[in-house]
T-cell receptor, first 110, second 117 residues
Framework: TQLLEQSPQFLSIQEGENLTVYCNSS?????LQWYRQEPGEGPVLLVT?????EVKKLKRLTFQFGDARKDSSLHITAAQPGDTGLYLC??????????FGKGTRLHILP | DAGVIQSPRHEVTEMGQEVTLRCKPI?????LFWYRQTMMRGLELLIY????????DSGMPEDRFSAKMPNASFSTLKIQPSEPRDSAVYFC???????????????FGPGTRLTVL
């Protein structure tokens, strides 16, 4: 069974701090996506990474795909209350299955 | 664009009753996905359709669950009979492509929160 493990499960930090959340698996992914989900809404895509070692930036968010395409990280610089939400990673595996991690629930304190 | 539309937004029912969840995908999208989200199991893919045809229903938990897509603009997920363990948030998503590579993405609806008493 292919699994995506996300860590930490919960994270609460002060506004202005930096943080990193992780998405790990023993499986290789042809691509990996990060979504953010706010209460009462569906997940919204933030980024897709395809190439091993790829780094993508979205304002204060930096996404990295591991060289072996088995893991990924999301780094947020100077976190703001608007960053609060559930961050989900999703992997597109070779047989076209899409699997989601359980997510990291992030809370930024003002 | 209206985005993916789901109804109802909330459903409370009693064990044994039939529940029907509805979804209208984004016009022009060829793929439609049904997911279930719980704290314990996260977001699980139940079934997906391509051009109205069910492609993979291996995530459907039991025969009590069924899904249909009679046309490109409408899909239903039915649970009959419902059980308390079916309580979850059910999401519908649509996509112009099955594999989310490159700029392709899944667009999620707001979800239906189902509570089975």
């Amino acid at each position: 069974t292919q699994l995506l493990e996300q860590s930490p499960q919960f994270l609460s930090i002060q506004e202005g701090e930096n943080l990193t959340v992780y998405c790990n698996s023993s499986s290789v992914f042809s691509s990996l996506q990060w979504y953010r989900q706010e209460p009462g809404e569906g997940p919204v895509l933030l980024v897709t990474v395809v190439t091993g070692g790829e780094v993508k930036k979205l304002k204060r968010l930096t996404f990295q795909f591991g060289d072996a395409r088995k893991d990924s990280s999301l780094h947020i610089t100077a976190a703001q209350p608007g960053d609060t939400g559930l961050y989900l990673c999703a992997g597109d595996v070779a047989d076209d299955k899409i699997i989601f991690g359980k997510g990291t629930r992030l809370h930024i304190l003002p | 664009d209206a985005g993916v539309i789901q109804s109802p937004r909330h459903e409370v029912t009693e064990m044994g009753q039939e529940v029907t969840l509805r979804c209208k995908p984004i016009s022009g999208h060829d793929y439609l996905f049904w997911y279930r989200q719980t704290m314990m199991r996260g977001l699980e893919l139940l079934i997906y359709f391509n051009n109205n045809v069910p492609i993979d229903d291996s995530g459907m938990p039991e025969d009590r669950f069924s899904a249909k897509m009679p046309n490109a603009s409408f899909s239903t997920l039915k649970i009959q009979p419902s059980e308390p363990r079916d309580s979850a948030v059910y999401f519908c998503a649509s996509s112009p492509s099955r594999t989310p590579t490159g700029t392709d993405t899944q667009y999620f609806g707001p979800g239906t929160r189902l509570t089975v008493l």
